[in-house]
């Protein structure tokens, strides 16, 4: 009798059917390629902040409450919470009522027929409070809630990742578009003093004092500096349509800040490849779905067991409107009913099997996931590193090129060089000037990928702008 009442009491308490959760174990590599010294409290807070343009900050502030894509993260965390509420309420009796009121006319050929003289017509009301409750013996419910609560957690995270794309789109865009504006202004000058040399020799070939050879020679190079103005207008055009979407605004114009070479360098955030997989939100977005698909399988194993439901009514039936409230009207149903599978020719099976084998592509997903985590950080770890060179040493060949650039036209001028060193020497540093401002843009650009990579706490101080589920 005891021991009746024990699996009595497990029945009503239900079990879970199918594979328990359990954390995927990766293996990280022991350190990154390239080692930085701890910033840890510039990690945490609003890194953008740290290249010390106020124009930027406004931007990435505008975009995290206007952007489109975050309004569609936060609309689709809604979306799994009303799911979550409505896979929980199976958990709970389902409370109902009806209400009938009906004119009937009964058969007089009927199987009961009516006695002689008893009206064929007559009216009917009827209203119920009811209930039913399947129990949840097998977990099915606690399974379907798991995965669900799984989901919600995987969509948050997802629009946390929204949140550190944005940032990161809208940081770089800035910066290209910065870095865009002074090759611009780099190809404006260069015209205009190509132009001047044009003039001049135009007037000495008309002289007799300089050959067509040499006034071609210039008009060539002028018109290469002219070519490069409407290309690059196009660009920052086109840059400035990109950032105004970023923004939630319609293609536009973008404010201006600090020039590209004032824009200062955010420390290199710190990071061990373990704490990685602990912040960066499409490796938790990973791991919840995957816990998700595990509990998926439950679902479809629950399929096999019986379910158990109960149904209680209480009502008033009565065919007078005078009598409808009176206790004689009264009715009432309390049942059980038991209902489970015998055979489903792989029907329940073929579930399993799906539900199985989503498991092992979610956990695939996962570990992909978790490897170009570590890639991408180390990737931007060494692009800090090397782009930084670069730059530097772009930069020092610019300064050169200028000097070169200089002695070269007063040798000229002197009589003591032809002009196509001159040529060479301006060609040169024309070129020198604008891939070297385009690598202190990719320079910063790098900064910003070891950040978005690293997904620091810094999202917990981006997020608050952001609109909220």
């Excluded at 953008?48 to 936060?74: H, T």
């Excluded at 800035?174 to 001047?196: F, P, S, V």
């Excluded at 002219?226 to 400035?240: G, L, T």
Aim: aromatic share 8%; with cysteine; glycine share 8%.
């Amino acid at each position: 009798m005891k021991s009746s009442a024990c699996i009595v009491a497990v029945l009503l308490a239900g079990c879970s059917v199918g594979p328990d959760w359990q954390q995927p174990k990766t293996e990280a590599p022991p350190a990154w390629r390239i080692d930085y010294a701890q910033a840890a409290e510039l990690a945490n807070a609003k890194w953008w902040e740290a290249f010390g343009d106020p124009v930027l900050n406004k931007l990435v502030e505008d975009a995290l409450r206007e952007n489109r894509d975050l309004l569609q993260a936060a609309a689709r965390v809604d979306q799994f919470l009303g799911a979550l509420r409505t896979t929980r309420s199976q958990f709970y009796p389902q409370f109902g009522y009806s209400g009938d009121a009906s004119r009937n006319r009964a058969s007089q050929n009927g199987p009961t027929p009516l006695p002689a003289g008893i009206d064929r017509n007559y009216s009917l009301y009827e209203a119920a409070l009811g209930a039913q409750w399947q129990i949840d013996l097998f977990g099915r419910v606690r399974r379907q809630a798991e995965a669900t609560q799984a989901q919600v957690y995987a969509t948050e995270q997802g629009r946390r990742g929204v949140v550190l794309s944005v940032v990161s789109s809208v940081t770089t865009g800035y910066i290209a578009l910065r870095g865009l504006d002074r090759q611009l202004e780099i190809a404006r000058a260069t015209e205009a003093n190509y132009a001047r040399s044009l003039d001049l020799f135009e007037r000495r070939h008309k002289a007799g004092q300089v050959s067509e050879l040499e006034r071609s020679q210039v008009e060539s190079q002028y018109r290469q500096a002219q070519a490069a103005v409407p290309s690059f207008e196009r660009q920052v055009a086109q840059q400035e349509n990109l950032l105004a979407v970023l923004l939630g605004r319609n293609p536009g114009d973008i404010p201006r800040g600090k020039p590209i070479e004032e824009l200062l360098d955010p420390v290199v955030p710190p990071g061990l490849p373990s704490t990685l997989l602990e912040r960066r939100p499409d490796v938790l977005q990973a791991e919840q779905n995957l816990r998700a698909a595990n509990a998926a399988i439950g679902v479809a194993k629950s399929l096999y067991y019986p379910t158990l439901s109960l149904t209680g009514l209480l009502g008033l039936t009565s065919t007078s409107l005078s009598d409808f409230a009176k206790s004689a009207s009264g009715t009432g149903l309390l049942a059980a009913t038991v209902a489970g599978p015998l055979f489903t020719f792989g029907g329940i099976s073929g579930q399993v099997d799906s539900a199985e084998a989503g498991e092992r592509a979610a956990l695939a997903f996962y570990q992909q996931t978790v490897l170009n985590a570590f890639r991408d950080t180390n990737d931007a770890l060494v692009g800090v590193a090397k782009r930084r060179t670069e730059y530097e040493a772009l930069a020092k060949r610019a300064a050169a090129l200028r000097t070169y650039a200089r002695l070269s036209r007063a040798r000229y001028e002197g009589g003591a060089a032809n002009y196509i060193e001159v040529l060479y020497a301006e060609n040169e540093l024309f070129a020198a000037e604008l891939t070297a401002v385009s690598t202190l843009a990719e320079r910063h650009a790098e900064l910003i990928n070891l950040y978005k990579a690293l997904g620091g706490g810094w999202i917990d101080g981006a997020d608050p702008l952001a609109p909220k589920p």
